[in-house]
């Protein structure tokens, strides 16, 4: 199981309400993830969008988006981006999921490499039936 980087590298745009006392919430919010591991760009396009690119294996938008609430951010709240948001959640996790990360596990960057030492072909292994291996 090959993990590209297309696959792991998601690009997202983050939308802000526009009713809150800042009214630049994207610059605010860039400056914030500009030092969270796994977060590799994070651009203000317009005062309310704001553009992320990060690592799935280390960080979800969901867990990006939750930061920012706690901040005290406030997220657009349309239907559509609702829906958007929700959608990307899904595939993120299922994705996540696939690779053998599981719901609240953060960086699990080892345990898939880990994961794939064990089925590859390489020699290292005890030949040895498991009761005779404890006996030794």
Not at 4 to 24: E, N
Not at 45 to 63: F, G, I, N, S
Not at 103 to 130: M, S, W
Request: net charge neutral.
């Amino acid at each position: 199981m090959d993990i590209t980087d297309a696959d792991r590298i998601k690009q997202r745009q983050i939308a802000f309400d526009p009713l809150h006392p800042d009214s630049d919430q994207a610059a605010t919010a860039a400056k914030f993830l500009t030092d969270v591991d796994g977060v590799l760009h994070a651009r203000p396009t317009t005062p309310l969008l704001l553009e992320v690119r990060y690592d799935l294996l280390k960080v979800t938008q969901e867990e990006i988006e939750d930061a920012l609430r706690e901040l005290g951010m406030h997220l657009d709240g349309a239907l559509l981006v609702r829906l958007r948001r929700a959608m990307h959640y899904y595939m993120e996790e299922t994705q996540r999921a696939n690779w053998g990360c599981r719901r609240g596990e953060h960086n699990c960057t080892k345990k898939i490499f880990a994961k794939r030492y064990e089925v590859l072909e390489h020699g290292c292994r005890d030949q040895r039936p498991e009761h005779w291996r404890r006996y030794l």
